[in-house]
């Protein structure tokens, strides 16, 4: 029964990985069927789209003229926010002037009471304890003015209750000055705790050296929110004995609990990729250690804990890459010359943590991976990332014809490419990592610059 109930799992949650986004792009009216490309995008060797818009050589990592909306729209969006923190700033001000305006031109039985009671408040939250506290004084100051202008003939005649009203205005402005300043100190707080998690992001997801195992080697971590560093996508790589083995998981949930999850992967992820032989040794190590997780957890993630992984292993001076996949996105593979392949996963497996619902041996498939060819990680933060319209993106899409100058250059693409496909505002944490199998023309210029710097510090040892 369990190994049943394991086998209609698999079924299921691959179905909804592997045909979601294939039936959601099928049914778009904007997706032609000749290879998926929408409307507006160039072809991998820059010629017209599908409805004959012009394109441009994106094999220089620049955007096509189809992509220029979107990239507009963003620019757009920037310079609302600025217009409205603008607007904010300016407000507190704008309130006392139409507030003294308004006084001087009404009839004695309308106040512009409220205006100057607003100006502070909007200050409290925006301004330094110095111009709230200057706000707030002016606030005073020009409903003093108007009174006294009343009394001497300029405006209207006096106000009723103009001493209850100037008690109020002055009553808000010192209870604004005590919001600036808890708001400064709930400031700081947050800051140093983002310091504190950005700290602990860098402990727990170091990022990896530049050259790795003769391999060209970047990661990059993007949170959804800007401010949050910890969430629940991991990565790391690992020289070892039997050649350079990586993993890009994400754990399920959120919080605290998702962190202890990625430490103990990575903690034994790294101790597996040193001693086990085989990859397939390393996921069921991994499966294990997920395993006496799960046992001290309580709740819901008890009983639903997983984690979706992909683990490669290139093997030293190869030309092939091994890849056991465990539920998780497709690893990408992209050529000098542009074209792209998903190497799609030829059984469908578990995520790790979900031994209980069955027992399948992990089987590495063997990939050839050619020099000057990237491997391209990520989690579904990047495969399932939304557009306006609940439209995903498709990193084998958009990434097809595109030739970077390296791994690091390829992960800002991808990583400006999803911002502007969700307009910034992304739902969740994406973890990419990049590697590279240099040209023999490269690895032969490294080797010779390594062997002349040794040769030159023996000379200089010598002399």
């Known amino acids: 029964m369990v190994q049943q109930a ?20 099928r049914d778009r009216p904007d997706r032609p069927a000749d290879g998926g490309r929408p409307s507006g995008d160039p072809g991998p060797d820059g010629s017209p789209g599908p409805d004959g818009s012009p394109g441009a050589d994106r094999r220089d990592g620049r955007d096509t003229p189809g992509r220029a909306g979107g990239a507009g729209a ?6 609302r926010v600025r217009c409205a923190r603008a607007f904010l700033s300016a407000l507190p001000a704008l309130l006392i002037a139409v507030g003294a305006g308004y006084d001087c031109l009404t009839p004695s039985d309308v106040t512009a009471g409220p205006l100057f009671t607003a100006a502070p408040l909007v200050a409290a939250p925006l301004y330094t304890l110095r111009g709230t506290v200057l706000i707030g004084v002016a606030a005073i100051l020009a409903v003093l003015g108007t009174r006294l202008g009343a009394r001497l003939g300029v405006g209207s005649a ?14 808000v402005a010192v209870l604004a000055v005590l919001l600036n300043v808890l708001v400064r100190r709930k400031n700081e707080r947050l800051a140093s705790a983002r310091e504190i ?66 430490a103990v992967l990575l903690g034994a992820f790294r101790e597996a990729a040193e001693q086990e032989t085989t ?51 497709s690893p990408l593979l992209l050529s000098p010359d542009g074209t792209l392949r998903v190497l799609e996963a030829g059984e469908s497996a578990l995520p790790l943590g979900m031994g209980d ?10 990939r050839e991976f050619p020099p000057g060819a990237t491997l391209l990680l990520h989690t579904d933060g990047v495969s399932e990332a939304r557009d306006a319209r609940g439209e995903f993106y498709d990193p084998a899409v958009r990434l097809a014809g595109r030739a970077t100058a390296g791994p690091g250059a390829l992960l800002s693409a991808v990583v400006e490419d999803v911002a502007r496909h969700t307009k910034g505002r992304a ?22 610059a390594s062997g002349t710097s040794e040769v030159a510090s023996g000379a200089s040892a010598r002399s």
Do not use: C
Request: proline share 4%; charged share 25%; glycine share 14%.
């Open 6 to 25: 394991g086998a209609r799992y698999v079924e299921t949650f691959h179905d909804r990985q592997g045909r979601q986004g294939r039936e959601d792009r």
């Open 74 to 79: 963003g620019g757009g969006e920037a310079r």
């Open 158 to 171: 006096g106000h009723a209750g103009s001493v209850t009203e100037t008690v109020t205005i002055v009553t």
């Open 197 to 262: 998690a950005g700290a602990v992001q860098r402990a727990v997801l170091p990022e990896p050296a530049a050259r790795i195992g003769g391999l060209d080697i970047a990661a990059r971590y993007e949170a959804a929110h800007a401010g949050a560093f910890i969430g629940g996508d991991l990565y790391a790589v690992q020289d070892s004995p039997h050649g350079v083995r990586l993993i890009v998981g994400d754990v399920r949930g959120k919080g605290m609990g998702a962190v202890a999850a990625v």
């Open 279 to 329: 990859l397939e040794a390393v996921a069921q190590r991994l499966e294990r250690a997920l395993s006496r997780e799960g046992a001290r957890r309580e709740g819901l993630d008890a009983f639903e804990g997983f984690t979706t992984a992909v683990l490669v292993e290139i093997p030293h001076g190869g030309g092939a890459v091994r890849i056991v996949n465990r539920g998780h996105p």
């Open 357 to 366: 619902l069955g027992v399948w041996p992990d089987r590495a498939e063997e």
């Open 427 to 448: 739902t969740d944490d994406m973890a990419l990592l990049a590697v590279r199998r240099p040209e023999a023309s490269e690895a032969s210029g490294t080797a010779e």
